[in-house]
């Protein structure tokens, strides 16, 4: 959780042009259906949602169920008309939420 | 979690393609229920087109607990016509959910990639709704050697 999730993204781009972003975050991903060792259900813990905002305006949303991998990667298009800031939230099954924010330059 | 015989689930595999083509949504023994719920919620009961979704995913799966899937919708993303919302159905797994996308205009495209889970060999169907009413469907059956539901 501590992690820092990683983000890839072009640092400038034309105006009107779609770019593509690239996210991985460190989670475990437990999906509530493997059993430990001594027989009991491992209680399900998965990062639920994911948003992405390009100042402030929502862009893109996924909703997670426990059938995303482990790490959970997503990859997705911006179509980016102006400079700015993308704000990327995951929540968690508890509450939690990260927060990242990557800036873009267009020309 | 084995409802039907991995050779009579390929046997079924066209007549299954043809009922989510022509969708209907009755209860059918070639789906597991829960994944034709989940696929008749999401269209509500009407038809999806095949063809305008690009499905990559691989025909065999070394490993059920990373299966990359990645999927490119031909429609455009203007204000007026865009893909608002993508459901990806895995009709094997404990549960048939995997993800559900949603997309504005800004999205640009409406493609997205993302690594799931698949507990054994199966069918994974990709929905796709857009703003003028149009639904859109892909699917494609995965081998996988090596369940990931920790089964």
């Given amino acids: 959780m501590a992690e820092k999730p990683r983000i890839r993204l072009p640092k400038q781009a034309g105006k009107g042009e779609v770019v593509e972003i690239k996210t991985l975050i460190a989670h475990v991903m437990e999906s509530g259906q493997r059993k430990d060792p001594s027989g009991k259900i491992v209680p399900r813990k998965i990062i639920k949602r994911f948003a992405c905002a390009f100042n402030g305006k929502p862009v893109f949303e996924c909703e997670l169920e426990p059938a995303i991998a482990a790490n959970p990667y997503l990859q997705f298009s911006v179509k980016v008309e102006e400079s700015g800031v993308f704000a990327f939230t995951w929540t968690d099954d508890d509450g939690a939420v990260i927060t990242a924010e990557e800036k873009i330059t267009v020309a | ?151």
């Avoid at chain 2, 490119?72 to 204000?79: A, E, L, Q």
């Fill in chain 2, 1 to 151: 979690m084995r409802f039907i015989s991995r050779r009579d689930a390929l046997r079924l595999i066209p007549g299954l393609t043809a009922l989510v083509w022509s969708g209907t949504i009755e209860r059918s023994q070639a789906t597991p229920a829960e994944a034709t719920t989940e696929i008749g919620r999401f269209t509500g009961g009407r038809t999806a087109d095949p063809g305008k979704i690009a499905l990559d995913l691989p025909e065999i799966a070394e490993n059920g607990n990373s299966v990359t899937l990645a999927f490119d919708i031909d429609h455009p993303m203007t204000p007026e016509r865009h893909v608002t919302e993508v459901l990806v159905v895995a009709d094997s797994n404990p549960s048939p959910r995997v993800a559900t996308f949603r997309f504005t205009p800004m999205s640009g495209r409406a493609a997205a990639a993302t690594r799931i889970r698949l507990a054994g060999t199966q069918v994974v169907s990709v929905l796709a709704k857009t703003s003028d009413g149009k639904l859109f469907v892909a699917q494609r059956q995965v081998k996988v050697t090596v369940g990931g539901c920790g089964g």
